[in-house]
């Protein structure tokens, strides 16, 4: 990518900022790319929340005071950009939680992952679900296939649970230089030297730890 | 679960790939006076008659589109530079060359938008088509070249492209993976072979692969 510094202003390194958007869009890709649901951002949330509310007080306070119109759309413009941005990102977690949620409430570092709110949610989601399959199937079932979690009794891990596929592969860019381990416990060592932009696709579980450490981004 | 879950969950749609090029920097000479707009996204302003200035590329279409401003076409936008690239596309055996990530997105918000504010709009719009074309054409010719490792790397590369080609990359680079992989299968039966009826793994696949 060395001689995309003269791009010019289009060019995407030149957006190195952080402001919350950027860090939202982040958030937003990432959790959009992501397999499996990511740690929620809840800092970063309610800091959106505050900002979105702020605006959207100015505009009022605009409008009152007879701003030009022009001023005022292009407020509700940026206004706008953020809160589809705030929506889809929530929307997008909710989506993961509908599909991964016996999963999700199954171990303490899945359940972790997710804010109050969306525990209630996934909580309710998986007990409507468990009633919902009990009352129409499987009680109607013999006694050894009863279980929502289980395909039957002589079952030891619970193998009806859908799981959010690790070993997938992702598009991933690099935000700095560094050298990244492409192997698991048990294979010959591989790395991998990245640099600031560069491309890859790659497989999940290799690159999830740069990217809950914002080493990598999702695209 | 089977019609709650989204298969395109993962994937950008169109209109989100432009949501994000929207975000790109452009520059344009206002012909009014504004006092700095300090939006979520960063402040930008003040804006001066014919004082240029760099805006994000939404925002220059709004004004654009209320006639408040002309654009200054980024460098690589022309003529000379798309000649070029698109002569070095066409080597065989060649790299893909160094183009803004969002490139298809900003030129086709520039020519929908600021179409009198580029020159020679309609040679600068084919020569873009060419070269998507022929980038397109030579992704889809490396894809024949991916190997079964754990990591691809894909140089300049755009969005659209990156996005295009996803799916299929994705499926195709999973399989490599699975076969590379005996013992991953191997482990899975030793471990469900106390279990006859989960030897197989097949009907399970649905629940998992979605």
Known sequence: MASSSDMGSADFESLSSTSDVELLKRAWRNEKAAPEILPYEGDLVERAKGQIELVEENIEAYVENGIDPLVVSLYQMDLDRTQFLLRSYLRVRLLKIEKFMFHSLKSEEAESRLSEQEKVFARRCADDLAKHFEESVLRKLPENYQSVLKQSLISEVDDMVPEPHLDTFVVCRSKSHFTLNLYEEGESTQTEEMDRGDLYFIRYKIVKGAIESGKMDLI | ?210
């Open chain 2, 1 to 210: 679960m089977a019609g709650q879950t989204d298969p395109h969950v993962s994937l950008f749609s169109p209109e989100e790939v432009e949501f994000m090029a929207e975000d790109e920097l452009v520059e344009i000479v206002p012909n009014m006076n504004m006092e700095p707009l300090n939006f979520i996204a960063g402040d930008f302003g003040r804006f001066i008659p014919q004082i240029p200035i760099q805006v994000p590329l939404w925002l220059a279409v709004a004004l654009k589109r209320r006639g408040k401003c002309t654009f200054r076409p980024p460098g690589w936008l022309s003529v000379d530079n798309l000649t070029q690239v698109l002569e070095a596309e066409r080597e065989p055996q060649s790299k893909f060359q160094a183009l803004p990530f969002s490139y298809v997105e900003i030129a086709r918000l520039l020519f929908d938008h600021a179409r009198d504010d580029i020159p020679d709009m309609y040679m600068v719009r084919s020569l873009v088509e060419d070269i998507r074309d022929v980038r397109l054409h030579k992704l889809e010719n490396n894809l024949g070249t991916f190997l079964g490792t754990s990591a691809v790397k894909m140089e300049n590369v755009s969005a659209m492209e990156v996005n295009l080609v996803r799916p299929f990359a994705r499926r195709a680079l999973e399989a490599f993976y699975k076969h590379d992989k005996p013992e991953v299968v191997a482990d899975r039966n030793t471990r469900s072979s106390r279990q006859p009826r989960e030897a197989n793994d097949e009907p399970r696949r649905p629940l998992r692969q979605r």
